[in-house]
Nanobody, 127 residues
């Protein structure tokens, strides 16, 4: 049974930083694409950032690419370093894993392309 567990969310003032973590368990994640999405109240879930199986390729939404950095380690944990946070970044952040190792912007930013999801972690940015 594949599970993803996020952590690191919380309340922070605008301009502050948070680092989210995603810990996978279950079958090997060696070739999985890892992604981060977020969902604000009353809005659809939206793509934030993704990283390919080797960590060599990343893709991020325009709204965060100069402030957020995605990474992964040898244990396939995924991280989302979020700097210069803004009130509009407030949302539940979800970690996701995609079995297919193929990595194109069109696929990695689509929620339907991901096979596994975590329960989410709340990020609240106060002004």
């Amino acid at each position: 049974q594949v599970q993803l567990v996020e952590s690191g969310g919380g309340l922070v003032q605008a301009g502050g930083s948070l680092r989210l973590s995603c810990v996978p368990s279950g079958p090997t994640f060696g070739t999985y694409t890892m992604g981060w999405f977020r969902q604000a109240p009353g809005k659809e879930r939206e793509f934030v950032s993704a990283i390919n199986w080797s960590g060599a390729t990343t893709y991020s939404a325009d709204s965060v690419k100069d402030r957020f950095t995605i990474s992964r380690d040898s244990a396939n944990k995924s991280y989302l370093q979020m700097n210069n946070l803004r009130p509009e970044d407030t949302a539940i952040y979800y970690c996701a894993a995609r079995v297919s190792p193929s990595f194109t912007p069109a696929r990695v930013k689509s929620t339907s392309e991901y096979d596994y999801w975590g329960q989410g972690t709340q990020v609240t940015v106060s002004s």
